[in-house]
């Protein structure tokens, strides 16, 4: 069943933040760079760097250099960030969507 909004003026929305589109990009392949990470999200190269810092800040994932690249390790035990949500650890969002969960 299509969903698309049928009034000309509604806006697009989704239920997922590209914080949490970047970080299950870098679960399925976390030697992506960051312009591909971008690309399959469909933002800018500058705000997927934006987001991948705040998650590193945020101590979600570590960026690690490989050469002249970067490879990343999602710490996937930390809880997520908003209070209703916190007693889940953002690894249950990875399992649901990186294709990485158990059958």
Partial sequence: MDRTPTRPDAKPWTFLTNHARVLIQI??????????VAQEIGITERAAQLIINDLEEADYLT???????????????????????????VEDLIDLFADRGTP
Avoid: Q
Wanted: charged letters at 40%; hydrophobic letters at 20%; a positive charge.
């Fill in 27 to 36: 679960a399925r392949d976390p030697d992506l760079r960051v312009r591909e």
């Fill in 63 to 89: 960026r690690t250099r490989v050469g002249r690249r970067n490879t990343y390790t999602i710490n996937a035990h930390r809880p997520f960030r908003y209070p209703t949500e916190a007693n889940h650890d």
